[in-house]
């Protein structure tokens, strides 16, 4: 579902030249659940957002699900990550004017669904993820543990082919992040749906299939 083939990426600052990632290679299957694993600044966020086609490698191939994503025009990009891929980060990244159920909606109506089609379908999955009573409050009351819960809402509900999670649990007391980490296995699971993981927890990452270890820009064991 996942391919990566000699992807690197580096950032200018100033007249230096800062090597993130360089030369990775792996694969992901379909439906399975790899956790990639490393410190702070290692590079897994920026893996995460090539894979998401939100950047660019300077050399390298990635492709997800068949599709060539780093070939890929900006407006190609664009419809890729709306149909193709979910994204959960760790600040959430809901909108603070939309309530729980427009956050969730409002992904539908971008890839194309009416209004009121991509109401149930929020409405479901919000039910599916535990928060069938608070479709209709705004993110600031509702607790870590629900904001997140909406967010994987929010990833699934277009359908995607991967689902991409950036520090998931990073912002939840070690209770609320085994209940996220349990749902996310959960639905998962029941869908067939492909997870790529980051995190610096190696307590997560034994709950993955298997395990990636970034360092230093380098894949030690794809």
């Known amino acids: 579902m996942i391919r990566l083939e000699g992807v690197s990426f580096a950032f200018r600052e100033g007249t230096a030249l800062h090597r993130v990632l360089g030369g990775i290679e792996g694969e992901v299957a379909p439906g399975e659940w790899v956790a990639l694993l490393g410190q702070s600044g290692s590079g897994k966020s920026t893996l995460l957002h090539l894979v998401a086609g939100l950047d660019r490698p300077d050399e390298g191939a990635i492709w997800v699900g068949g599709t060539r994503v780093d070939t890929l025009n900006e407006r190609e990009r664009t419809l890729f990550r709306r149909l193709r891929v979910g994204f959960v980060y760790q600040s959430f990244n809901l909108l603070p004017t939309l309530t ?30 535990g928060l069938a009573d608070l479709g209709n409050r705004y993110p600031d009351r509702l607790s870590g543990g629900e904001q997140q819960r909406v967010a994987i809402a929010r990833a699934l509900i277009g359908d995607p082919w991967v689902l991409l999670a950036d520090e998931p649990t990073g912002n939840l007391d070690s209770a609320t992040g085994e209940q996220i980490l349990d749902l996310l296995d959960r639905m998962l699971r029941q869908r067939g749906k492909t997870l790529l993981i980051a995190t610096h927890s190696r307590e997560l990452a034994e709950r993955a299939d298997r395990v990636w270890h970034l360092r230093d820009g380098l894949l030690e064991s794809p």
Do not use: Y
């Open 100 to 129: 729980a159920c427009e956050n969730v909606a409002l992904m539908a109506e971008l890839a194309g669904h009416a209004s009121s089609r991509a109401r149930r379908m929020a409405l479901s999955l919000l039910a599916d993820v």
